[in-house]
C-alpha cells in the first residue's frame, strides 16, 4: 500500500490525540501543553495559520504531524507520531518530509523548529538526516521533557 499524506480534516481530530498519547504515555508523560494542543487542535494549531497532516494506509490512519506557529514566521514541528506497529518502515521520514513542505509552502515562514528528547534516537537520526541541526537546548521550551532543539536548514545542495 502506499503512504497518503493528508491535511486535517474533522473526521480525524480524534487520530490526532490517540497518536500523541499513545507515545506520550508510553516513553512520558502527558504535560500541560500537550493536554491543550491535544484537546482542541483547532485552537491551538489551526488557528494562528499552522497545520496538521496525517500519514495512511489504505483506511488506517498511522501518523500525524503538526506545524505550530510560535510567532510571526516562526514555526514548531510538533505532535509527530508513527504508532508503534508502522514505526522503522520509512513512514516517518515521508510524514516529515511533507511537513517540511508544507512549511515551505507558507507565506513568509522563516524558521522551523522541534524540540524532543535525547532518549529518542531514532528520532533524533531522521530529523538529522532531513536537515535539522542541533541548536543546545532551548530556553523558553514549554516542556518539561525537552532537552534537545534543533532547527530545520534549508540544503543548499543540489538535487
Avoid at 480524534?14 to 485552537?43: C, G, M, Q, T
Avoid at 510571526?72 to 511533507?98: S, W
Amino acid at each position: 500500500m502506499t503512504l497518503r499524506i493528508v491535511p486535517f480534516t474533522p473526521a480525524l481530530r480524534s487520530h490526532f490525540e490517540r497518536l500523541n498519547r499513545e507515545w506520550l504515555e508510553r516513553l512520558f508523560k502527558v504535560e500541560p501543553i500537550d493536554a491543550a494542543v491535544l484537546a482542541d487542535p483547532e485552537s491551538s494549531i489551526l488557528a494562528d495559520g499552522g497545520r496538521i497532516l496525517f500519514a495512511l494506509l489504505g483506511d488506517e490512519v498511522i501518523g500525524t504531524v503538526a506545524l505550530k506557529q510560535e510567532s510571526p514566521g516562526v514555526y514548531e514541528l510538533t505532535k509527530m507520531a508513527i504508532t508503534r506497529a508502522y514505526q522503522g518502515g520509512g513512514h516517518g521520514r515521508q510524514l516529515l518530509d511533507a511537513a517540511v513542505a508544507a512549511f515551505q509552502r507558507i507565506d513568509g515562514a522563516t524558521t522551523l523548529f522541534l524540540e524532543t528528547n535525547s532518549a529518542l534516537k531514532p528520532a533524533i537520526s531522521l530529523y538529522e538526516r532531513a536537515g535539522f541541526e542541533h541548536r543546545g537546548r532551548k530556553p523558553d521550551s514549554h516542556y518539561q521533557r525537552s532537552d534537545v532543539y534543533m532547527v530545520w536548514r534549508a540544503s543548499t545542495d543540489p538535487v
